[in-house]
T-cell receptor, first 110, second 115 residues
């Protein structure tokens, strides 16, 4: 299974864009890139996913490099409620295992 | 219901007792997942179901742990002879199909405390 590498922690000022990077240099051609987050004391929450093209929804944007070896999750206007652990995940194509690594702890500061 | 429902939300049990944790997935979701999260730790994958079948049970920590799913809906995670190290939040998730191109929805978890 392809692995992901994320920074352990990041800070972001409230109202600014939060850009969370993820490296997945061993990604295979049919593996999707998923992002989830976990706010303290809650279950994980799906944010967005993509295969090749950039994606945008009401929560965030996902930018995937052309070679697919890295991606960036963008929260365009971070709020204090976006403080959470953010996980970049590559689910294997033939099983249901959604494996969470250590993620990036994003602290949004006033 | 609108989301994944887990019960009980909190459970305190004595060491050595058996416990059953229940998960009601979103209606129509064929895939169901169990995770646990110990205090201050990451999410540990336990088991997943595709329909009523669990193709991979290797994530279960020991033979004291078992899970079943009936009717392609409700799932129960059973822990026999609980130990203090079993104390954790047990999270359930469901998705329309296996997660390759669909999102998983998580419940709020069952906080298990073994005393």
């Amino acid at each position: 299974d392809a692995k992901t590498t994320q920074p352990t922690s990041m800070d972001c000022a409230e109202g600014r864009a939060a850009n969370l990077p993820c490296n997945h240099s061993t990604i295979s051609g049919n593996e999707y890139v998923y992002w989830y987050r976990q706010i303290h004391s809650q279950g994980p929450q799906y944010i967005i996913h993509g295969l090749k093209n950039n994606e945008t929804n009401e929560m965030a944007s996902l930018i995937i490099t052309e070679d697919r070896k890295s991606s960036t999750l963008i929260l365009p206007h971070a709020t204090l409620r976006d403080t959470a652990v953010y996980y970049c995940i590559l689910p294997p194509s033939n099983t249901g295992k959604l494996i969470f690594g250590q993620g990036t702890t994003l602290q949004v500061k006033p | 219901g609108a989301g994944v429902s887990q019960s009980p939300s909190n459970k305190v049990t004595e060491k050595g007792k058996d416990v059953e944790l229940r998960c009601d997935p979103i209606s129509g979701h064929t895939a169901l997942y169990w995770y646990r999260q110990s205090l201050g730790q990451g999410l540990e994958f336990l088991i997943y179901f595709q329909g009523n079948s669990a193709p991979d049970k290797s994530g279960l920590p020991s033979d004291r742990f078992s899970a079943e799913r009936t009717g392609g809906s409700v799932s129960t995670l059973t822990i026999q002879r609980t130990q203090q190290e079993d104390s954790a939040v047990y999270l359930c998730a469901s998705s329309l199909k296996l997660v390759r191109n669909t999102e998983a929805f998580f419940g709020q978890g069952t906080r298990l405390t073994v005393v």
